[in-house]
């Protein structure tokens, strides 16, 4: 005749239930891999948050400046204040906000602190390190998209000034001028609504 089970008193048994259901989920190596699996999320998913407070919060000063190709080359956002700038077109527009596009790592990091109008006309990523490309070579086709491109840029980005030629003179910009003087080839119509 067989034995009744033994039966625990579920009081006795709970605490070492306990201790052994923490010491399972521990040397369980599928667990622990899950355990890891989460902690590594968590982590990634703080440290995403942490990164964009730190590169969105701070509202950097406008910046107000013509620069010439060498100059604008600082602006990658390589700088402590991640400041990134992008010329289409003789113009140059604060691209900070678009960080994650032109800033280090993004897809068109090769036009952060660079003239980006001959790859945006030719629809390739790359930059050039010519002193200053004047574009004359560029077909109609391609100097229209290149003009399509600066009024996208206007539109979302803040202007700083233009790029300049060898040999040509900045202007100086006070707090209250916002006009541009120069050899763009907006209408004069175009610059009025700025
Ligand atoms: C397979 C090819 C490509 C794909 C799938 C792609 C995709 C995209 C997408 C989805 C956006 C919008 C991002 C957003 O607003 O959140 C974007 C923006 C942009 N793309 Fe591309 N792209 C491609 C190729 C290119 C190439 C070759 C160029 C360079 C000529 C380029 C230049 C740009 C620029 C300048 C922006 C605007 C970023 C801004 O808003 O400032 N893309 N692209």
Same mark, same amino acid.
């Given at each position: 005749?067989?034995s009744?089970p033994?039966?625990?008193?579920?009081?006795?048994?709970?605490?070492s =239930?306990?201790?052994n259901?923490?010491?399972?989920?521990? /040397? @369980?190596?599928?667990?622990?891999?899950?355990?890891?699996?989460?902690?590594v999320?968590? /982590?990634?998913l703080?440290? @995403?948050k942490?990164? %964009?407070?730190a590169v969105?919060?701070?509202?950097?000063p406008?910046?107000?400046?013509?620069?010439?190709?060498?100059?604008?080359?600082?602006?990658?956002?390589?700088q =402590?204040?991640?400041?990134?700038?992008?010329?289409?077109?003789?113009?140059?527009?604060?691209?900070?906000?678009?960080?994650?596009f032109?800033?280090?790592g993004g897809?068109y990091?090769?036009?952060?602190?660079k003239?980006?109008?001959?790859?945006?006309?030719?629809f390739?990523?790359?930059s050039?390190?010519k002193e200053?490309?004047?574009?004359?070579?560029?077909?109609s #086709?391609? #100097?229209?998209?290149?003009?399509?491109?600066? =009024?996208?840029f206007?539109?979302?980005?803040?202007?700083?000034?233009r790029l300049? %030629?060898p040999?040509e003179e900045?202007t100086s /910009?006070?707090?209250?001028?916002?006009?541009?003087?120069?050899?763009?080839?907006?209408?004069?119509?175009?610059?009025k609504?700025?």
């Amino acid at each position: 005749m067989d034995s009744p089970p033994e039966i625990k008193s579920p009081e006795l048994e709970r605490p070492s =239930a306990s201790s052994n259901i923490f010491f399972e989920i521990i /040397y @369980s190596p599928v667990n622990l891999l899950l355990i890891v699996i989460i902690i590594v999320l968590v /982590y990634k998913l703080f440290k @995403s948050k942490f990164n %964009k407070v730190a590169v969105e919060s701070p509202e950097l000063p406008k910046l107000r400046k013509d620069m010439t190709v060498a100059e604008l080359r600082q602006y990658d956002g390589t700088q =402590a204040d991640g400041r990134v700038l992008v010329a289409v077109n003789g113009w140059i527009f604060d691209v900070t906000r678009g960080r994650r596009f032109y800033g280090p790592g993004g897809p068109y990091a090769a036009f952060g602190g660079k003239d980006a109008s001959r790859g945006l006309a030719t629809f390739s990523v790359t930059s050039s390190d010519k002193e200053y490309d004047d574009l004359s070579d560029l077909n109609s #086709m391609e #100097m229209e998209s290149v003009k399509e491109w600066e =009024a996208q840029f206007r539109e979302k980005y803040d202007l700083v000034g233009r790029l300049l %030629k060898p040999g040509e003179e900045p202007t100086s /910009y006070s707090d209250e001028e916002l006009e541009e003087t120069d050899h763009s080839t907006s209408t004069p119509d175009e610059k009025k609504e700025k």
